[in-house]
């Protein structure tokens, strides 16, 4: 064994989460933990694992950011071309997990994809500096490159194609996605390994209104 992790042993708190307290809708409480771990100045609190289907039925999991909360969903943004991209094209079914170990909480969430609207990607790419534009146009994101000079012969070329403009236009393949979630569970570290988890499962839509079940499991 290169390195002996059985003695790390993290003695979490009694704060607790009970289902009396659980508001109907799932994303009121996770927007609650979200306030909460910006608060706590956690550092990238927004950043959330998302794990996609291959093809081959392995899965694929990497970090992206959450750039947008709604009602309907989790919205970060990506190159559509990506592997990930791929993944979702053929298998639009996703989950994410949200890591806050300061606060000793974890959210997994399950759920359908979809690209957003193109006017919504439009607006968040033109939001973002010149540099993060140039950035995502010039990486062919998940492609095997010969070297870093690649990426830099690229921006320098769109860096001189726009030289005279502040924006760029959003390329066709970067945009949004949204994970509509169907089910999302909360963790909360408690004292002696006997954690608090509670998952809420979207039950069918009842006169246009998401409708949620709430049970307890066991940790
Ligand atoms: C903290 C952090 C935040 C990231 N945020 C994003 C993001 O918002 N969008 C993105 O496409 N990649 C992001 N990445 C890079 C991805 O983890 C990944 O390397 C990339 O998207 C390619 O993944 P794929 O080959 O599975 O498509 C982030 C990585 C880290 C570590």
């Not at 790419?125 to 010039?138: C, D, E, M, V």
């Amino acid at each position: 064994m290169l390195i002996d992790l059985k003695h790390l042993r993290e003695e979490y708190s009694s704060s607790s989460l009970e289902l009396a307290d659980a508001p109907a809708k799932p994303i009121e409480l996770f927007e609650q933990w979200m306030q909460e771990a910006i608060q706590a100045k956690l550092p990238e609190p927004n950043a959330m694992t998302l794990a996609t289907c291959k093809p081959d039925g392995f899965p694929a999991a990497r970090v992206v950011l959450l750039k947008g909360l709604s009602e309907a969903g989790f919205i970060f943004y990506t190159n559509y071309n990506s592997n990930k991209g791929q993944e979702l094209a053929a298998n639009p079914r996703a989950a994410l997990v949200f890591l806050w170990l300061e606060l000793q909480r974890q959210v997994r969430i399950e759920g359908k994809v979809e690209k957003i609207a193109p006017s919504a990607s439009e607006t968040y790419f033109q939001s973002r500096p010149k540099g993060s534009q140039i950035g995502a146009a010039a990486s062919p994101q998940s492609a095997v490159i010969a070297g870093r000079e690649v990426l830099e012969e690229n921006v320098k070329a769109l860096e001189l194609k726009y030289a005279n403009q502040e924006q760029l236009p959003r390329p066709a393949h970067w945009g949004g996605y949204i994970v509509k979630p169907t089910r999302i569970e909360f963790w909360k570290g408690r004292a002696s390994r006997l954690h608090d988890r509670l998952v809420y499962v979207k039950k069918e839509e009842r006169l246009g209104e998401q409708q949620w079940k709430i049970e307890r499991l066991a940790p």
